[in-house]
């Protein structure tokens, strides 16, 4: 078992940096393959990073290549993104995901609560 909790989030102009942090509890993160998903009101939720558990490989979606980043430190049990270059279009509560999966696109098992992160025009 594990357990996530997010935080991080906030209010910030189009074009800002902000980083959100996940920190497990429970098994060691470096069990996990860990990914951030995020969803705005109204939409479904969708991908945004993962990191392997195997040799810390990433996987970006589209809107997210060349403005994110996703990085861990297993010493903290936590996992970060790092967002630059913030649009609206990025407005949304970010989760952070755990899966005992060796692949980034595969299902994950456990989920944190969420952060709100809001970017004003």
């Known amino acids: 078992q594990v357990q996530l909790v997010e935080s991080g989030g906030g209010l910030v102009q189009a074009g800002d940096s902000l980083r959100v942090s996940c920190t497990a509890s429970?098994?060691?993160?470096?069990?996990?393959?860990m990914a951030w998903f995020r969803q705005a009101p109204g939409k479904e939720r969708e991908f945004v990073a993962g990191?392997?558990?195997?040799?810390?490989?990433?996987v970006y979606a589209d809107s997210a290549k060349g403005r994110f980043t996703i990085f861990r430190d297993n010493a903290k049990s936590t996992v970060y993104l790092q967002m630059s270059s913030l649009k609206p279009g990025d407005t949304a509560v970010y989760h952070c995901?755990?899966?005992?999966?060796?692949?980034?696109?595969?299902?994950?098992?456990?989920w944190g609560q969420g952060t709100q992160v809001t970017v004003s025009s």
């Open positions: 429970g098994r060691t993160l470096n069990s996990y393959t």
């Open positions: 990191i392997s558990r195997v040799d810390s490989s990433t």
């Open positions: 995901a755990a899966g005992r999966i060796d692949d980034p696109r595969g299902s994950y098992d456990y």
